[in-house]
Nanobody, 121 residues
Framework: QVQLVEAGGGLVQPGGSLRLSCAAS????????MGWYRQAPGKQRELVAR???????NYADSVKGRFTISRDNGKNTVYLQMNSLKPEDTAVYYC???????????????WGQGTQVTVSS
């Protein structure tokens, strides 16, 4: 089982910055992608950013140009640099890891516990 440990959430003023990190424990399965999702009250969980082990990245349109995702494959750690934060970025941010189980030909998803990001003056 993969364990994801998140850090970096907190309270920040509009226009400020935060950097989230998520470290995945060792697993027998290869982690092929990691990403960040967020969920605001009354909203569905949405993809914020995702990066594959090969370096392919996609962002939600709402964060393009403001957020940057990066990954250290050797450390199985993913980061989310969040700049120019807006109140609408307020949400619980969840780290996600996608692992591939070749023996059973399946993709497995793992989730962090979530970290609160609040953007408020």
């Amino acid at each position: 089982q993969v364990q994801l440990v998140e850090a970096g959430g907190g309270l920040v003023q509009p226009g400020g910055s935060l950097r989230l990190s998520c470290a995945a424990s060792r697993s027998i399965f290869s982690i092929n992608a990691m990403g960040w999702y967020r969920q605001a009250p009354g909203k569905q969980r949405e993809l914020v950013a995702r990066i594959t082990s090969g370096g392919m990245i996609n962002y939600a349109d709402s964060v393009k140009g403001r957020f940057t995702i990066s990954r250290d494959n050797g450390k199985n750690t993913v980061y989310l640099q969040m700049n120019s934060l807006k109140p609408e970025d307020t949400a619980v941010y969840y780290c996600n890891a996608e692992a591939w189980d070749p023996a059973r030909f399946r993709s497995l998803g793992y989730w962090g516990q979530g970290t609160q990001v609040t953007v408020s003056s």
